[in-house]
Structures are given as C-alpha cells and as structure tokens.
C-alpha cells in the first residue's frame, strides 16, 4: 500500500534519452542537468553498445566510473595505472573509484565483438575526492538474484527484495537490474534522503511513488527523491520490461 502521506517526494520530468554515436559506438546518454538536481549521486550515464576500441586510454579524477555489462554482451577488457589488468565477464561490474586520479583502458576482450554495458558516473565526497584510487570487481556469480511470479530482480550493488550485495563499495549505492513481465509488480523502497533514477530500456512501465502515479516508455528516465521519509515505489508493467533502479545518498557540492 502507498503511504499518501509523502507529500515531499520530488521528482524531475520523465526525460528520453537521444542516442548519439556511430558505426562503432552508440550510446543513450543520460546528463544531471535534465534532472532537477535528483540525479545525484549520478553524474551521468550511457548505455552504449561498441565493437572496436573506442576511447583508449583516458584519465578520470575526483568521481567514480562503474562498467556494468548486460547478459547480451561479450566480456570486455580493462587496464588501468593501478596495475589492474582483469577481464569484466558478461554480466558483471566494475568500480573504478578515480579518487586523485586514475587513467584506465576498456576494450572488447576479442575483436569484433559486440559490448553492450552502462557505464555510469558518480561523485564522490568533497572530503576523499582527493586519495588514492581503487578498483572493485564485483563478478556477475556474487550478484545476489531472484525470479518470483515474472520478476527478475538482480542486486548489482546494495539491497533489495531481501537480498544484499555484501560486496564492500566505496560509496553505498544501490544498483537494480530488473526485467518485469507483462502485468507483474516489483516493489521497492527508497530511503529518506536517498535520490534513485529509473532507467526503462524497454518495454512500458507504470510508476507510483507517494501519492503520484506516471508511465514511462522505452529509453526514459526519471530521478525521485529527497523525501523526509522512506518512500515505496511501485513498478507495475503494462509489457515485458527491461529496467534499473539506481538510488544513493546525495553529495553536497563542495
């Protein structure tokens, strides 16, 4: 049941995202300045595809850069001036946390095939923006998973439907891949002082979060949040559905 009560959730407007890119690369690119201010702690995000090595080697500082690889991509390879030399498996994610600096390479493990990830950007706390950089592989085997009534819920990062990630992170994120069948309901509740951002790569998707109901299509987004209180978001599906439920503390710019 909905608590009507929350008359503080604020939410920005359900924006779709543009797809920008060429024969090697494309991606749906998401930008904080669309979203009201509720898109932090994300920076931004693309859900790209790529065949080639795209970007080569380049630096990131004072934010964190997390490659997640959805179950219809080829693994892809990352180096990094950490040393780290490791292979990203289908399914998996990792979190290159930039802290002072970092220069990293990601690239497909094999020629030719085809990556298909988010790659999502998150702040990171005035405070350590400035220490050394770390890398987490969190491997898709250590993801915590369920399938229940035509809900596929799976924990990348964080807790949900009972379920943790007990992988340690820099920053406490929560990270929902989801698919909900057509007809089907997933519920979630997001803490108080938490923003969260829906992303629907597919399919048609109701949402009621407080006392405020709204639809979304195929490559829309939305961010939600800063409510004085935990907030239960429901996820009803008019067609199959393919989503992520990304949510976190804001940071408060230095």
């Not at 939600?224 to 992520?244: F, K, M, P």
Request: net charge negative.
């Amino acid at each position: 049941m909905l608590n009507v009560m929350l008359s503080d959730l604020k939410r920005s407007r359900i924006v779709e995202l543009a797809q920008t890119g060429n024969a090697s690369f494309t991606a749906f690119r998401a930008n904080r300045t669309e979203y009201a201010g509720l898109l932090s702690p994300i920076m931004g995000f693309d859900d790209f595809r790529l065949s080639s090595d795209v970007f080569g080697p380049h630096q990131h500082r004072h934010m964190s850069a997390l490659s997640y690889l959805f179950d219809d991509s080829a693994p892809y390879h990352n180096q990094d001036s950490m040393g780290t030399d490791l292979t990203i498996t289908t399914g998996s994610l990792l979190w290159t946390w930039a802290g002072s600096g970092v220069t990293h390479h990601e690239y497909p493990e094999t020629a030719n095939t085809k990556i298909h990830g988010l790659q999502l950007f998150l702040e990171i706390p005035a405070e350590t923006r400035n220490l050394p950089p770390k890398s987490i592989l969190i491997p898709a085997e250590q993801m915590p998973k369920k399938e229940v009534d035509g809900v596929k819920v799976k924990v990348v990062l964080g807790s949900a439907a009972g379920m943790v990630n007990e992988t340690p992170t820099p920053e406490r994120i929560t990270f929902l891949d989801m698919n909900i069948a057509a007809g089907k309901t997933f519920s979630h509740q997001l803490p108080a002082g938490w923003n969260g951002t829906i992303y629907l790569l597919s399919g048609s998707l109701h949402v009621e979060a407080s006392s405020e109901g709204f639809s979304m299509d195929g490559h829309e987004t939305v961010a939600i949040g800063l409510s004085a209180e935990d907030t239960q978001i429901v996820l009803r599906a008019y067609t199959d559905c393919h989503l992520l439920f990304i949510s976190g503390v804001p940071v408060v710019s230095a």
